[in-house]
């Protein structure tokens, strides 16, 4: 059976998928675009999803017709780990990674790749200076060390002025050990990573205060977004000049609202996760469809996104 435009479709692969702006912006950006298609179709899976459910949903996109790729949020690294073997082809990132943000197909063929370390240096970018970690003493807290934060730690090591040291935060000790072996294979400087288990809040403020002035601190949790909470309890303190990056633009935001409350004592250069948002879209909606995107395009993108928030 031959599909039309019409019936086709690209998924989006998270847990409360209708809350998300995409929904409403992904239509103008297939008119903008020209995409075959302005259907955009949400596969909401739990937390605790089993292994069996991601395989199922993965040859699901394999096996229909009409499905023509995906984005994958929440469950990046579950997807890699339950169903990697589904895939003809794997980029590197996500081999070393361990994780899947995008589902492309090519002909029969199911291609799985790993966007974030080009999306979050692109967002990234469109905030802190060029030159900031080359001029200051400014370090990196990433906490939580799950797709997003081992992502960012990568685009760190890459940078030209890469900090002096970046550290990545857990719960747990095998998350700490995955990103190790990720760095290992990447062949990140020996020392730039520091590997910290946070068992409390209380002990993730303690790194975030002892941070230098105008340290960059993330939270790469999830908290605030599909769960809530924040990594940090609410009389943490944040280094003066410090530029606060929130993953996430929708949610009840704790993290966000606490960096907030210190913004102006502070002189803190407080970011969500919008043009993240921007970004991670724009490149997935790319592969997916096989799009070379220039950065008028993404700003054109961008702010028809903008129109609908």
Not at 151 to 168: F, G, Q
Not at 213 to 220: D, K, P
């Amino acid at each position: 059976m031959t599909s039309t435009p019409d019936a086709d479709y690209m998924g989006f692969v998270g847990v409360t998928t209708g809350s998300s702006s995409i929904m409403k912006v992904f239509p103008l950006w297939a008119d903008i675009l020209g995409l075959p298609t302005r259907r955009l179709i949400g596969h909401d899976l739990p937390m605790d999803a089993s292994p069996e459910q991601y395989r199922a949903l993965v040859e699901q996109m394999r096996d229909d017709p009409r499905h023509r790729g995906a984005l994958v949020t929440t469950h990046k690294m579950n997807v890699y780990a339950a169903a990697s073997d589904l895939f003809d082809e794997l980029d590197p990132f996500a081999v070393s990674c361990s994780e899947i943000s995008s589902v492309a197909k090519r002909g029969t063929r199911l291609s799985g790749r790993a966007k974030d370390p080009i999306t979050v240096d692109l967002a990234l970018n469109d905030f802190l200076p060029a030159d900031h970690f080359a001029t200051t003493d400014a370090e990196v807290v990433i906490l939580g060390a799950g797709g997003s934060g081992t992502a960012l730690s990568w685009a760190l090591s890459e940078r030209d002025d890469a900090p002096a040291k970046v550290t990545v935060t857990a719960r747990d000790d095998a998350k700490l050990e995955h990103l190790r072996e990720v760095h290992r294979q990447h062949g990140t400087r020996e020392g730039l990573i520091e590997y910290v288990r946070t068992d409390t809040v209380d002990d993730a403020a303690s790194l975030v205060a002892a941070a230098p002035r105008g340290s960059l601190i993330v939270n790469a949790t999830g908290l605030g977004k599909d769960r809530p909470g924040s990594p940090l309890p609410d009389d943490a303190v944040f280094p003066d000049d410090a530029y606060v990056w929130e993953f996430n633009y929708r949610g009840s935001l704790e993290f966000l609202h606490q960096a907030r409350a210190q913004e102006a004592a502070r002189n803190l250069h407080v970011v969500d996760g919008w043009r993240y948002f921007i970004h991670g879209w724009s490149q997935v909606v790319a592969d997916v469809f096989e799009l070379e995107l220039t950065p008028e395009m993404v700003e054109q993108l961008a702010q028809a996104a903008e129109d609908v928030r």
